[in-house]
């Protein structure tokens, strides 16, 4: 049987419908409050028999935090897929996220040393990779200590993996780019796509990879079938630049494009508006330094190693983005 943690996010819904649409045994681990309904709807937009797909799922309560629940939910599994995690920028939730993403990582490997378990898969992302001046990074580059709490509770969270694959566990990291799909509107990319719907007048000049969601579940499956373990791999398509982004979307959702660029400085300012708005409203912030730097870095990566492992072939990101903003039509 097949344990998947993160089932209700985007990377790990999608995951346990490919798995369930092979008739694989899936148990997915759930947090008490957490919503399937997400998961249902991702369902029917790629299938007419999405309730039955659904049902197939074998869904257990508990929390990678919670060394007694993942007793249970360890009961006769011998593969396991985790993506769950705590997304964030700001400084905030760094605690929440060295719980989630780093104690929760170190649980889940602690856990499946102790089952021994034949194959783990862990999703990281490439905020958790090194940086490279004028070249495209790749796996060999070394991460260095920046404002960015999640890529850094995500660094240590690949840590705890590489520990356990130090003591026999057969593990595998990859390390998705901005992954584009359906279903999830408050979060990630999807949360960036709700939020040029609502008009955007400026557009930021950083540049980053992006992948489609159906290619990170589809390597991962190939990565565990094929038994490559005791390796990390990035996983970009196509390295675009945000303003393209942002211009496709307004394109499949026939929206005005933003006409102009965000300097950083008027993101400063809007960093000191945003402080002000939460102090005086007591409401979460928006913008933090991190998000300001990460919408102007121009970072390219490497898919090679990828693609030289598997003869892989990406679905082209233009499509991809174009899929998704029509589920959000219909949404």
């Given at each position: 049987?097949?344990?998947?943690?993160?089932?209700t996010?985007?990377?790990?819904?999608?995951?346990?419908?490919?798995l369930?649409?092979?008739?694989k045994?899936?148990?997915?681990?759930?947090?008490?409050?957490?919503?399937?309904?997400?998961?249902?709807?991702?369902?029917s937009?790629?299938?007419?028999?999405?309730?039955?797909?659904?049902?197939?799922?074998?869904?257990?309560?508990?929390?990678?935090?919670?060394?007694?629940?993942?007793e249970?939910?360890?009961?006769?599994?011998?593969?396991?897929?985790?993506?769950?995690?705590?997304?964030?920028?700001?400084?905030?939730?760094?605690?929440?996220?060295?719980k989630i993403n780093?104690?929760?990582?170190?649980?889940?490997v602690?856990?499946?040393?102790d089952?021994?378990?034949?194959?783990?898969?862990y999703?990281?992302?490439?905020?958790?990779?090194?940086?490279?001046?004028n070249?495209?990074?790749d796996?060999?580059?070394?991460?260095?200590e920046?404002?960015n709490?999640?890529?850094?509770?995500?660094?240590?969270?690949?840590?705890e993996?590489?520990?356990g694959?130090?003591?026999?566990?057969?593990a595998?990291?990859?390390?998705p780019?901005?992954?584009?799909?359906s279903?999830?509107?408050?979060?990630?990319?999807?949360?960036?796509i709700?939020?040029?719907?609502?008009?955007?007048?400026?557009?930021?000049?950083?540049?980053?990879?992006f992948?489609?969601?159906?290619?990170?579940?589809?390597?991962?499956?190939?990565?565990?079938?094929?038994n490559?373990?005791?390796?990390?791999?990035?996983?970009?398509?196509?390295?675009?630049?945000?303003?393209?982004?942002?211009?496709?979307?307004c394109n499949?959702l026939?929206?005005?494009?933003?006409?102009?660029?965000?300097?950083?400085?008027?993101?400063?300012?809007g960093?000191?508006?945003?402080?002000?708005r939460s102090?005086?409203?007591?409401?979460?912030?928006r913008?933090s330094s991190?998000?300001?730097?990460?919408?102007?870095?121009?970072?390219?990566?490497?898919n090679?190693?990828?693609?030289?492992a598997?003869?892989?072939?990406?679905i082209?990101?233009?499509?991809?983005?174009?899929?998704?903003?029509k589920n959000?039509?219909?949404?």
């Amino acid at each position: 049987m097949i344990l998947v943690t993160g089932g209700t996010g985007l990377v790990g819904c999608h995951l346990l419908y490919s798995l369930v649409k092979e008739n694989k045994k899936v148990r997915a681990l759930h947090r008490k409050n957490s919503n399937t309904d997400s998961v249902r709807k991702v369902f029917s937009y790629y299938s007419k028999d999405s309730q039955n797909l659904f049902d197939k799922i074998e869904w257990t309560e508990g929390n990678i935090n919670d060394v007694s629940s993942l007793e249970i939910a360890f009961k006769d599994i011998t593969e396991i897929y985790h993506c769950a995690a705590f997304i964030s920028f700001s400084n905030q939730d760094l605690n929440a996220m060295k719980k989630i993403n780093v104690e929760g990582t170190a649980n889940m490997v602690n856990c499946a040393i102790d089952k021994k378990i034949n194959k783990f898969c862990y999703v990281s992302t490439i905020a958790a990779v090194g940086e490279r001046n004028n070249l495209p990074i790749d796996e060999e580059c070394e991460w260095k200590e920046n404002n960015n709490p999640y890529s850094k509770t995500k660094f240590d969270a690949e840590l705890e993996v590489w520990r356990g694959i130090s003591e026999g566990l057969n593990a595998v990291i990859v390390n998705p780019g901005v992954i584009v799909g359906s279903g999830f509107w408050k979060r990630g990319s999807g949360a960036f796509i709700t939020q040029i719907s609502r008009g955007m007048n400026y557009y930021p000049s950083g540049k980053t990879g992006f992948i489609c969601v159906k290619d990170v579940v589809k390597i991962m499956k190939e990565l565990m079938n094929k038994n490559i373990f005791s390796e990390r791999f990035i996983l970009v398509a196509e390295n675009w630049t945000q303003k393209d982004f942002i211009f496709s979307v307004c394109n499949h959702l026939n929206l005005k494009f933003p006409a102009k660029k965000a300097s950083i400085s008027l993101m400063k300012v809007g960093l000191v508006l945003d402080a002000l708005r939460s102090f005086f409203l007591n409401k979460r912030r928006r913008l933090s330094s991190a998000i300001i730097k990460s919408s102007h870095t121009k970072n390219e990566y490497s898919n090679k190693k990828i693609v030289s492992a598997l003869d892989y072939k990406f679905i082209n990101v233009e499509n991809s983005i174009e899929e998704t903003c029509k589920n959000f039509k219909i949404n």
